[in-house]
């Protein structure tokens, strides 16, 4: 009896170990390994940018009354230029600040039938304004204001002479836009601008006058600028 009770305890162990062994070799049950989840940063305004524009602007000229000479006309024209500027984006405000260098082609030619002629031009102009906009998400619609100054030429002429002033004027500008960003880097803007600079004193063929000219123009204009 004593040899069977051994022989049994030793088939049970054997039995066991086999077991043992063969649960040993199954495949582990964990579950498959996952990548992390990475998300991509969400999207700011904050950072330098240069960029560059076009657009068309037509302006007003305001001159008072000298005789016999034809008055000046009101210049319209396109632009084109460069802008470089910064943003920094607080919650959903963005504040900015902006500079900007124009060539201009805005003219204007009158002549009546004496041979006498009155002709003006903005050759350029620039801006140093600050932006203040409202992101959402990718666009940004903003107001902006600040500084302007513009090149003013103006010419009057009879069959005996002529008298040309060319002055650089000062002034402000205020106006408002919209800007989308493509992509991190990309982004395009429409904008528009209204100019107002200070009135000049120009001259007249043989000293006849000395008139006050007053020059005010609105820009319309598309851009892109790419942010750092």
Do not use: C, H
């Amino acid at each position: 009896m004593r040899n069977y009770l051994l022989s049994g305890v030793a088939a049970l162990g054997l039995v066991a170990f086999a077991g043992a062994a063969s649960a040993a070799d199954l495949p582990a049950r964990k579950g498959p390994v996952l990548a992390p989840v990475v998300y991509a940063p969400a999207f700011t305004w904050t950072g330098f940018y240069i960029g560059a524009n076009a657009g068309y602007a037509w302006g007003n000229i305001d001159t008072t009354t000298f005789g016999v000479l034809p008055t000046l006309e009101d210049p319209e024209g396109f632009v084109g230029g460069g802008q470089i500027g910064y943003n920094y984006q607080l919650g959903q405000i963005v504040f900015g600040v902006e500079a900007d260098f124009q060539g201009a082609d805005l003219k204007a030619t009158v002549r009546d039938g004496l041979g006498n002629s009155a002709s003006n031009e903005i050759s350029y102009f620039g801006t140093v304004r600050g932006r203040i906009g409202y992101a959402f998400d990718r666009f940004l619609p903003y107001v902006t204001g600040g500084f302007a100054y513009a090149n003013v030429k103006s010419e009057f002429a009879t069959p005996l002479a002529s008298v040309s002033n060319d002055n650089t004027q000062y002034g402000y500008t205020i106006g408002a836009g919209l800007e989308y960003a493509f992509t991190n880097n990309l982004t395009a803007k429409l904008e528009y601008l209204y100019v107002d600079l200070e009135r000049e004193s120009v001259r007249t063929p043989f000293g006849a006058a000395n008139i006050r000219v007053g020059t005010d123009f609105s820009v319309v204009r598309a851009g892109l600028n790419y942010k750092f």
